[in-house]
């Protein structure tokens, strides 16, 4: 057989398959540890029932150390364990809120600015019925695209992001009344 001078293109081909079946077909290397995670999109449809917030946009980011919700109106009662604050449905209605105060943060912004912030304890649902607990700053994110960020102190040694990917978990349908 003759060699040919030349070389090789290659081209990416995108296909739904389950990572754990690539890397099985492609060789990679793997941990143990690895093939349990989660995956995620960059963004999920996430629920905070305790506060009754029902299914809204959350962008995963895993360059955010701190996870926040959008919150207007702040207020902390007399006695700084309770914080009472309004917030948005996606249909942008008002939600009244309020919650204990797990602690307050010093939290800095993409800008580089830092602010002291009021952190919660809650429960979050993501589509599909996952759920554990989160601590959530709490910011105004009237200008951002997404009410909630998900960052990963939250995703830590569960979850993997896929950030080509969107609501990997489930769509909204999951949160629909039955």
């Known amino acids: 057989m003759k060699h040919q001078q030349g070389t ?23 941990t143990h540890k690895a ?15 305790g506060l009754s917030i ?22 902390l009662a007399d006695d700084g364990q309770t914080v009472h604050f309004d917030t948005r449905s996606r249909e942008n209605q008002l939600i009244n809120c309020t919650a204990s105060v797990s602690h307050h943060k010093n939290i800095k912004n993409s800008t580089g600015l830092s602010r002291t912030r009021v952190v919660i304890k809650t429960i979050v649902t993501f589509a599909g019925g996952l759920q554990f ?5 709490l910011a ?37 009344p039955s």
């Open 133 to 137: 607990p989160i601590e959530l700053t």
């Open 54 to 75: 029902a299914a809204i946009i959350a962008k995963v980011d895993s360059g955010a150390r701190t996870s926040t919700l959008h919150a207007e109106n702040i207020h």
């Open 8 to 30: 090789w293109q290659a081209t990416r081909v995108f296909r739904k398959a389950a990572s754990a079946n690539i890397v099985e077909e492609l060789a990679l290397p793997t």
């Open 140 to 176: 105004n994110r009237s200008k951002m695209k997404c009410p909630v960020l998900i960052g990963r102190r939250a995703m830590s040694g569960y979850f993997m992001i896929d950030p080509q990917s969107d609501y990997l978990l489930g769509d909204l349908t999951y949160f629909s």
């Open 35 to 49: 093939s349990t995670r989660i995956l995620l999109g960059r963004h999920e449809w996430v629920a905070f029932h």
